[in-house]
């Protein structure tokens, strides 16, 4: 039978009242001799209190919800590492929902994570190119925002609250040049997909950068998919029988690379011998597939925790931040094979 507040008052020979003042750190304060007594009586009898009781009681809430698209991707895995670290140290409850790049489901997340009572929201991923979505979604984080909640974005979303950005554009024209300086010309590209804005920043950063070159980017040699292993394996599997003479296949992110890839080399194509492959993220497994992923780093545990402290910090003033990329060239991306 579970042990109850009551309990613990008898115990202590307290009113229920004093005990819950005790446990929930009131700012109504209890004399020293009280409190030991309660705190006592609270180790020996074991008793846990209630979570729901505690967040009604207290002004300062323990948990933080997050919204991100599918925390079993290598992405978000690594931005939550971050959250979560953050999260520990301070003592915080992490509730984490995937949305799976649903947007009425992050809608929903929203307001069942706001009827919780949590103390801060963070959304990590993508935004959408959807204006009528976006309205409505900044309409309840602003009514959560008026009633004292803390927001904070991971990504580029136009929604209030702080936003953490990702060096999207810099780091996909930097890598395009890099590819583009090798001597590379028949460069197909495998595009997340075109809702989402990451893809769209990401596509811009390349495109500028054949732009500056002087090279074309024609849509017969842009395919887009899922951020998937399977998505990148399709797009890279069509893109081949359309262009055969593909030196280059630049992807989106590191799952995607992995799959076209996998593609590749069920087909006989040597990589980077015959056609090389970049990525996009650094993602662990970026450094163990053979040959090793030429891809576009991003700190993403660093995401994760700046935007979880900005969030709990109590000076919070609504801002952006940005989290630059960096190269990380690897065996996957060679100059191309000789005519």
């Not at 959250?83 to 509730?95: E, I, K, N, S, T």
């Not at 993508?126 to 409505?136: I, M, N, P, V």
């Not at 890279?236 to 593909?246: E, K, S």
């Not at 925790?305 to 910090?313: F, V």
Request: hydrophobic fraction near 40%; charge should be negative.
């Amino acid at each position: 039978m579970a042990v109850t507040l009551a309990d613990v008052a008898r115990l202590a020979g307290v009113s229920p009242a004093t005990v819950s003042r005790v446990i929930n750190d009131s700012a109504k304060k209890v004399n020293e001799d009280l409190r030991e007594r309660v705190l006592a009586a609270v180790r020996q009898l074991h008793y846990v209190p209630n979570a729901h009781a505690q967040n009604v009681a207290r002004p300062r809430k323990s948990a933080v919800g997050v919204i991100v698209h599918d925390v079993s991707d290598p992405y978000f895995a690594e931005i939550t590492r971050g959250l979560q670290r953050q999260a520990g140290a301070q003592d915080r409850l992490l509730v984490i929902c995937n949305s799976y790049r649903e947007p009425e489901r992050e809608l929903a997340y929203v307001g069942l994570l706001r009827a919780q009572q949590v103390h801060a929201l963070i959304l990590a991923g993508s935004g959408y190119h959807d204006d009528e979505f976006t309205a409505r979604l900044n309409g309840e984080l602003e009514a959560y925002q008026q009633a004292g909640g803390r927001v904070a974005v991971i990504g580029r979303h136009r929604l209030v609250g702080t936003a953490v950005l990702p060096g999207n554009e810099a780091g996909a024209h930097e890598l395009g040049l890099r590819v583009l300086e090798l001597g590379h010309r028949e460069i197909g590209v495998i595009a997340g997909p075109r809702y989402l804005t990451t893809t769209t920043d990401r596509l811009t950063g390349f495109r500028r950068a054949f732009e500056e070159v002087g090279v074309e980017l024609p849509p017969s040699r842009l395919v887009y998919s899922d951020f998937t292993r399977d998505g990148g394996a399709a797009a890279a599997g069509a893109l081949i029988d359309a262009q055969p003479g593909l030196t280059a296949l630049i992807t989106l992110n590191d799952s995607m690379a992995v799959g076209a890839m996998a593609t590749l080399r069920e087909r006989g194509v040597r990589v980077p011998d015959d056609v090389s492959v970049t990525g996009f993220d650094d993602m662990p497994i970026a450094r163990d597939v053979t040959p090793a992923l030429t891809t576009v780093r991003l700190p993403l545990v660093e995401m994760g925790e700046r935007a979880m402290a900005l969030a709990l910090d109590d000076d919070h003033i609504p801002h952006t931040e940005r989290a630059d990329a960096t190269l990380a060239w690897r065996a996957s991306c060679v100059p191309p094979p000789p005519r």
